[in-house]
């Protein structure tokens, strides 16, 4: 890690249980303020950092998490960007797979550290991880190269003792410290004594010295399809016939397969010939949808639907939000599903 000048990084705390403290009424965790966020993490201070902060009006559990927040999370960083050398963001672990896919997203040509973080315990309990991780979080938000050069230039999820790529990752546990995981890709940084990046996997997006650009909008015209043995038709044309819909992220069995049954496959015909894009995403953690090894996947491919390989449905939800959002049409937008936009899939 080269230190040539003392880092700057901005704070951004939505809120999140690494904020929260119990209401004394009904015991219940709310979020809570900033300054009761730092005062339990004294440390801070011996990393001899200049660290200001953001903090969200009303800081959220990360459950309400919606695009507008995602926007002024990306507001923030885009009036700062010039100013300080990393950003970390203190967020829930609900939703914080989706916030950091979004994010990837939205933040085009992104070149300087964005490090999502919480924790599963609030700050001020006496077993928190929330010290540790907003620690670690704010030595990797100020990692450089040998060339003084952001060491990440990403959105990156650090949780425990793993920094994962923010559009791999999803949240694997509501109970374990080790909460996130990305089952598709290898860890950014594994943290023990130190904090060892693995550089291979590191995203590097150089060649194009563009500003970075923020994309606000997001489109929302969208919903996500779970199958299950025994869904029923009317709840399937039902949700693929809701007015505005724009694009489906249909969550299938194994390689990708889904039932064979002609109503079924009728469906989801119509609803591509309408111009509605379904992307086939798995619902096993790890792997890939493969449209070609099994019958049952083929029929999907052969109706329009697009493959979402390895993507996780955070992102692959978050992407279509983008995508939309940046108001391309639905042709493009299966385009640019096919390929990489931020590492958020791997290439064929
Ligand atoms: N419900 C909380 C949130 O997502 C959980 C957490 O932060 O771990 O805001």
Not at 40 to 47: A, D, F, G, T, Y
Not at 172 to 184: E, H, L, M, P, Y
Not at 190 to 218: C, T
Request: aromatic share 8%; charged share 20%.
């Amino acid at each position: 890690m080269a230190t040539t000048k003392i880092p700057r990084i901005l704070l951004i705390y939505t809120g999140g249980t690494i904020g929260m403290i119990e209401n004394a009424v009904n015991h219940a965790l709310e979020p809570f303020d900033f300054d009761h966020l730092i005062d339990n993490v004294p440390k801070i201070k011996m990393l001899g950092y200049e660290i200001e902060h953001v903090q969200f009006a009303t800081p959220i559990d990360s459950s309400s998490m919606n695009p507008k927040h995602w926007g002024e999370i990306a507001e923030v960083i885009e009036r700062h960007y010039d100013s300080v050398d990393g950003f970390v963001v203190l967020h829930g672990t609900d939703t914080m797979a989706y916030t950091a896919s979004a994010l990837s997203f939205m933040l085009e040509n992104l070149r300087k550290p964005v490090i999502i973080t919480g924790s599963q315990l609030p700050i001020g309990e006496v077993r928190t991880d929330g010290e540790e991780n907003l620690i670690t979080a704010l030595q990797i938000a100020a990692a450089t190269d040998a060339g003084g050069r952001p060491m990440v230039r990403e959105v990156a999820i650090l949780f425990e003792h793993h920094l994962w790529r923010g559009n791999r990752c999803i949240k694997r546990s509501a109970d374990n410290f080790d909460a996130f995981k990305s089952n598709n890709y290898p860890e950014l940084a594994s943290i023990g004594l130190g904090i060892h990046f693995n550089r291979a996997s590191l995203w590097r997006n150089d060649s194009r010295n563009m500003p970075l650009k923020v994309q606000y909008e997001m489109d929302d015209n969208l919903v996500m399809l779970d199958l299950f043995p025994g869904i029923s038709r009317k709840v399937v044309e039902h949700v693929l016939n809701a007015p505005g819909l724009k694009g489906v992220v249909m969550k299938s069995f194994g390689a990708g397969n889904a039932p064979a049954d002609e109503w079924f496959l009728d469906a989801v015909r119509q609803t591509v010939e309408r111009g509605i894009v379904v992307v086939n995403i798995t619902q096993c953690p790890n792997g890939c949808v493969h449209p070609q090894l099994y019958a049952a996947g083929l029929n999907l491919a052969k109706v329009g639907v697009v493959s979402g390989r390895d993507m996780t449905s955070e992102a692959a939800i978050t992407k279509l939000m983008y995508l939309f959002g940046r108001g391309l049409s639905p042709d493009k937008v299966k385009e640019y599903l096919n390929m990489p936009l931020r590492g958020e899939m791997s290439a064929v």
